[in-house]
T-cell receptor, first 116, second 116 residues
Framework: AQSVTQLDSHVSVSEGTPVLLRCNYS??????LFWYVQHPNKGLQLLLK??????LVKGINGFEAEFKKSETSFHLTKPSAHMSDAAEYFC??????????????FGAGTRLAVHP | GAVVSQHPSRVICKSGTSVKIECRSL??????MFWYRQFPKQSLMLMAT?????????EQGVEKDKFLINHASLTLSTLTVTSAHPEDSSFYIC????????????FGPGTRLLVL
């Protein structure tokens, strides 16, 4: 069975300091993993995705994530937080139920607050 | 990039009435679209998978007669909440699968439904 656990419901950082949002997954086969960001009153935006190529994935806005199979983790990082990074972040695992398409399972989300 | 729109963005209706929400892929064709529901401060839960030209596939616990889905063209899927009740109040989000980007799903901005 596929599942994803975001280890922190809230993360608070100061502007200019590193960001770490933690995600662990469970999958019965090689997963596709995603990070999405949701700003207030806006749709979800894809930050980055892992699909069994390079284990270090670079995304938009300076974010990156590293796929670690041994730890079943896919943590999201950014070297220096900006005020505009404040949002809800979702770690997502994809699985195929058959029928030629994949379904997404969302983590519970991590709310990132960035303080001046 | 792939853009998905939803209409309306907000809707308020009386209990017992029906509400239709549209989801459109603006610059790509989507054989598969997905409908999600998000409660306040919670994650997204998949309600159903909408396939162009065929019946939708509903997740366990989702009433298909309550939430009617139609995917009549490669760019449009509609969700109709029939005989809406206050407990149906929620944030409804659609996504569309862009085959040009593998299994990546692109999300609409969401529709906030309030049933009085």
């Amino acid at each position: 069975a596929q599942s994803v656990t975001q280890l922190d419901s809230h993360v608070s950082v100061s502007e200019g300091t590193p960001v770490l949002l933690r995600c662990n997954y469970s999958s019965s086969y090689s997963p596709s993993l995603f990070w999405y960001v949701q700003h207030p009153n806006k749709g979800l935006q894809l930050l980055l995705k892992y699909t069994s190529a390079a284990t270090l994935v670079k995304g938009i806005n300076g974010f990156e994530a590293e796929f670690k199979k041994s730890e079943t983790s896919f943590h999201l990082t950014k070297p220096s937080a900006h005020m505009s990074d404040a949002a809800e972040y979702f770690c997502v695992v994809s699985y195929s139920p058959g029928g030629g398409y994949n379904k997404l399972i969302f983590g519970a989300g991590t709310r990132l607050a960035v303080h001046p | 990039g792939a853009v998905v729109s939803q209409h309306p963005s907000r809707v308020i209706c009386k209990s017992g009435t029906s509400v239709k929400i549209e989801c459109r892929s603006l610059d790509f064709q989507a054989t598969t679209m997905f409908w999600y529901r998000q409660f306040p401060k919670q994650s997204l839960m998949l309600m159903a998978t909408s396939n162009e030209g065929s019946k939708a596939t509903y997740e366990q616990g989702v009433e298909k007669d309550k939430f009617l889905i139609n995917h009549a063209s490669l760019t449009l899927s509609t969700l109709t909440v029939t005989s809406a009740h206050p407990e149906d109040s929620s944030f409804y989000i659609c996504s569309a699968r862009d085959l040009r980007a593998g299994e990546t799903q692109y999300f609409g901005p969401g529709t906030r439904l309030l049933v009085l």
